[in-house]
């Protein structure tokens, strides 16, 4: 039974690109959580989602930033002409049926904005 | 504002000897607390959850106790391990419907010295 799977581990880009960063909950989650590891600074809450519906986003920021969990496939979470503030570690956290639960975090996707 | 403060930042024990984390919240209304364990480069793997009905939990040599009206919990580590080197975080869920996000610690960088 696989954890939490988040690709990529490592991700470079330029600034004014496009990040996309892939989560994959365990198998029979269907809540997921983005969390934003910035350097020095604990995490922060970013959005909470359920299959086809973002139910919380208060911690995304109001612009570049998006995040999507389809009926099928990953959640994805995309960050439009990034800049060098956005470099962070991004983590995704999956549970069964909320945070009266465990939350089940996957490595983590280091994002460096060069 | 929910705030979590964890002190020491920093922890360096001989090994074998026994250690207490702490964690601090402001607003005692949540729902459960939970302890996690981040190692360097990697996610994270959850240790406890304590619900605000609770006042300990125990896993091993590990074992948690919340006191919910006066903020405070503690991590305490029997017979401590170099294997018990990482980072530990400490995180609470509100109690007002609907709100998933957990609030973290910046976290006690925990060293055990062979």
């Known amino acids: 039974n696989a954890g939490v799977m988040q690709n990529p581990r490592h991700l470079v880009r330029r600034r004014g690109q496009e990040a996309r960063l892939r989560c994959s909950p365990m198998?029979?989650?269907?809540?997921v959580y983005w969390y934003r590891q910035l350097p020095e600074e604990g995490l922060k809450f970013m959005v909470y989602?359920?299959?086809?519906?973002?139910?919380?986003e208060s911690g995304m920021p109001k612009e570049r930033f998006s995040a999507e969990f389809p009926k099928e496939g990953p959640s994805i979470l995309r960050i439009q002409q990034v800049v060098r503030g956005d470099s962070a570690a991004y983590f995704c956290?999956?549970?069964?049926?909320?945070?009266?639960?465990?939350?089940?975090f996957g490595s983590g996707t280091q994002l460096s904005v060069l | 504002k929910q705030e979590v403060t964890q002190i020491p930042a920093a922890l360096s024990v001989p090994e074998g000897e026994n250690l207490v984390l702490n964690c601090s919240f402001t607003?005692?209304?949540?729902?459960?607390l939970q302890w996690f364990r981040q190692d360097p480069g990697k996610g994270l793997t959850s240790l406890l959850l304590?619900?605000?009905?609770?006042r300990e939990q125990t896993s091993g040599r590990l074992n948690a106790s919340l006191d919910k009206s006066s903020g405070r919990s503690t991590l305490y580590i029997a017979a401590s391990q170099p294997g018990d080197s990482a980072t530990y975080l400490c995180?609470?869920?509100?109690?007002?419907?609907?709100?998933?996000?957990?609030?973290f610690g910046t976290g006690t960088r925990l060293t055990i010295i062979p």
């Open positions: 956290a999956s549970s069964l049926s909320g945070t009266n639960e465990k939350l089940f």
């Open positions: 198998k029979g989650h269907s809540h």
């Open positions: 989602l359920q299959k086809e519906n973002i139910i919380d």
């Open positions: 607003d005692s209304a949540i729902y459960n």
């Open positions: 304590i619900q605000s009905s609770q």
């Open positions: 995180a609470v869920r509100e109690s007002n419907f609907g709100n998933e996000k957990l609030t």
